[in-house]
């Protein structure tokens, strides 16, 4: 604050805040007594106005009214201002109360004097920011006295709440962007021919094209970042119309800060028209086995796993432990998880989960509290090509897995599944089903808390169709679809892992937790979605192209089997499976034994039959009827 003393436009302000005190101060004696001072008021005024105004100015330079941005004056700034002249009032009172006990001083002249000079004071600031950023005053629409870059990019914003609140702000603060807003658009009746910082609400989401062409109107931005499915859809369906760029502002699970600048801005993604609500999560529960933990994450460099150190990374566990067999992507994660948490203790563990050995050595260093097992290979076709590989990681790496828990205490194993599991029709479902039945089995052992979150696919993740689409659309098509009725269940990759944080608060041991889906996607209207957002025309500029189930894909993907059951749970978006029999853990380990000797003598037929026998409701058998469902779709 001292260094400001030495600044010329300090002092031009002092200067100017002491002359605006003493007009307020001669106006106050002027408005009491009627624009006529009486010759002993006018006396007062003179010996009284120095040590008054010298009174003010130390109270404004003590709390810090110079030490802000006038460019950025705001509201905060102005209550700063009340709060230094309400202490003024009350100073002056008490000394004139103390010293000469009012005698010849009026009081109404106090609290005009209080009224104007923070009106002034206020007014003063208000007129800096107004100049500094490059503008007088604004009549509707219309900019006065206002500096502005040639060729300005004309922008629409959709939305006139918060959102769209703050981004203009923002633009109207940094001119150098070269954006001048036109208008908003917001479908709210009582918004309608209303302004925002002087820009007018022209109209609903359906004059976008008209608005467009009116107002000349260079890109559109998008500022709805709690709209609906339904909502998102009939937006970008008008902005495709206008044939003009468009943005959005990422939604609500994105903008974790919840910080909206031009910088969040992104192109608007296919994630944005699924439309799920946002995850209200209970971080207390969250924190009570995490935070101060030390954690394990096996498949840390995968999708799954790698936004599971993300989102564990922000509860403050003691020790975060990476697990993974694929050194880039470990090495990279570390990268990006102490870049935005300097102060993580992590720790990069290169390793295979089904090395007995070495996860001895890790978990006797490291000593984990929390386990989320993420590790699994989750490709469909090529387990069935390769089903030896699917017992190998999948199973046996899982055994091994749960076993460690149980021999060093863990309090708390996470396994992560998937809804291939339910009425697996191929290895990697049974695999991941049977990783179930044998955590339900370790369920109890010395203390551990063993529990399962089942889910469907993730948007992004490796191996997903959203990434193969994008490749097909880039390189100018086709896009290949499996099936025009086929449908799969999908969520964004963090709204996932919030829920498998929320659920692992949850479970007390044994529990197989569902995440809610929502409406299973049509795979081919996803395809069509995406080459519209990519600026092309489906069926015509980009072709799609049906190429027949793979083996061992089925044409809808379930999360629970008929039968199990669930019962619903204090989150609306995380249910539990009502079906806990339990297979003893001794019939499990012989059951994985006999796998191992099959998967080691390579025999696929022995470990798809004794897969049957261990996971009653796999039924490869479905594989040929998919077959059959589809003859003919080439």
Known sequence: MLNRLREKNFWLVIIADAFLLCCAYYLAYWLRFDDKIPHKEMTDLLNSIGWIVALKLGLFFFMNLYAGMWRYTGLSDILNILKANLLALLLITLVLSFGVRFQGFSRGVILIDFILSTGFISGFRIMLRLCLQGYFLKNNSIRIFQRKPRNMQRVLIVGAGDTGEKLLREIDQNQNLGIEVVGFVDDNPFKQRHSIHGVRVLGNRNDIPNLVTQYQVDEIIIAIPTATAQQMRQVVNFCESTKKPFKAVPGIDELINGEVSISTIREVRYEDLLGREPVCLKNDEICGYISGKRVMVTGAGGSIGSELCRQIACYAPEQLILLDRNESALYELNLDILAKH?????????????????????????????????????????????????????????????EMCRIHHVERCVVISTDKAVRPTNVMGASKRLMEILTQS??????????????????????????????????GGPVTVTHPEVTRYFMTIPEAVSLVLQAGGLGKGGEIFVLKMGTPVRIADMARDLITLSGFIPDKEIKIKFKGLRPGEKMYEELITEGEGVASTRFKDIMVLKNTDRVPLKEMSQHIRDLIELAQAGDAEGIKKKLKRVVPEYSPLLDNLNKQQVAGVE
Not at 349 to 361: C, D, F, G, P, T
Not at 454 to 475: D, E, T
């Open 342 to 402: 300097p102060e993580m203790k992590t720790v990069e563990v290169l390793a295979a989960i089904q090395n007995k050995s070495r996860m001895e050595h890790v978990f006797g260093d490291y000593h984990p509290q929390t386990v989320f097992h993420a590790a699994a290979y989750k490709h469909v076709p090529m387990m069935e090509m390769h089903p030896w590989e699917a017992v190998f990681n999948n199973i046996v790496g899982s055994s091994r897995l749960l």
């Open 442 to 475: 370790y369920a109890g052992k010395d203390g551990v808390a063993y529990m399962a979150v089942r889910f469907g696919n993730v948007l992004g993740s490796v191996g997903s169709v959203l990434p193969l689409f994008k490749k097909q659309i880039a390189q």
